[in-house]
């Protein structure tokens, strides 16, 4: 079975500065698809950026960007420019590209932005 | 128009009761999940569920039960409530053999508190 790790329960950035969080994984699979996702106060669940295993490109969206090792099964979020809209709960998942659709969620890392 | 909605958003029952959460989603997709969300933030997988296929996850007690009338709807039954049930419950769906890793998108989640 998959498992995913994220080692910062908490993790803190001043307004405008840049953060990274950390996510590591541990699987067999040779293609899957890594996601973070950002969880706000509102409790909505709010796809941040995706990774596909086969490709060697990181990926990025605006101002977050990720850090795909896969040799290393590491796959970091940074964020760049950090506004106080940022601030929320942030969850690493894998997804398998053949054992089903489903979603293994690391255990998520608070990000608090200081004005 | 809201793409997965859940309802209730906030459920508070006694121990030993029997409950329903019900999920829609108006995206055309083929495949409905249903996770858990824990008092640590802890995600968890509990069923996928398509057409074609159940699958679920083997730590899910039987008091669970999801139930499917059509392809939009996936509803989640849970019988004899235990204190250890109080939890955040997201209904998620996706379709199938889409592109980009088959993105799953959330409902708002139903706080479910077993007193």
């Known amino acids: 079975a998959q498992t995913v790790t994220q080692s910062q329960p908490e993790m803190s950035v001043q307004e405008a500065e840049t953060v990274t969080l950390s996510c590591t994984y541990d699987t067999s699979e040779s293609d899957y698809y890594l996601f973070w996702y950002k969880q706000p106060p509102s409790r909505q669940m709010i796809l941040v950026i995706r990774?596909?295993?086969?490709?060697?490109q990181n990926a990025t969206e605006n101002r977050f960007s990720v850090n795909f090792q896969k040799a290393a099964k590491s796959f970091s979020l940074k964020i760049s420019d950090s506004q106080l809209g940022d601030a929320a709960m942030y969850f690493c998942?894998?997804?398998?590209?053949?054992?089903?659709?489903?979603?293994?969620f690391g255990g998520g890392t608070r990000l608090m932005v200081k004005p | 128009d809201t793409a997965v909605s859940q309802t209730p958003k906030y459920l508070v029952t006694q121990m030993g009761n029997d409950k329903s959460i019900k999920c829609e989603q108006n995206?055309?997709?083929?495949?409905m999940y249903w996770y858990k969300q824990d008092s640590k933030k802890f995600l968890k997988i509990m069923f996928s569920y398509n057409n074609k296929e159940l699958i679920i996850n083997e730590t899910v007690p039987n008091r669970f039960s999801p139930k499917s009338p059509d392809k939009a709807h996936l509803n989640l039954h849970i019988n004899s409530l235990e204190l250890g049930d109080s939890a955040v419950y997201f209904c998620?769906?996706?379709?199938?053999?889409?592109?980009?890793?088959?993105?799953?998108?959330f409902g708002p989640g139903t706080r479910l508190t077993v007193l």
């Open positions: 998620a769906s996706s379709q199938d053999g889409a592109p980009l890793g088959n993105e799953q998108f």
């Open positions: 990774q596909e295993a086969y490709k060697q």
């Open positions: 995206l055309g997709h083929d495949t």
């Open positions: 998942a894998y997804r398998s590209a053949w054992a089903g659709n489903m979603l293994t």
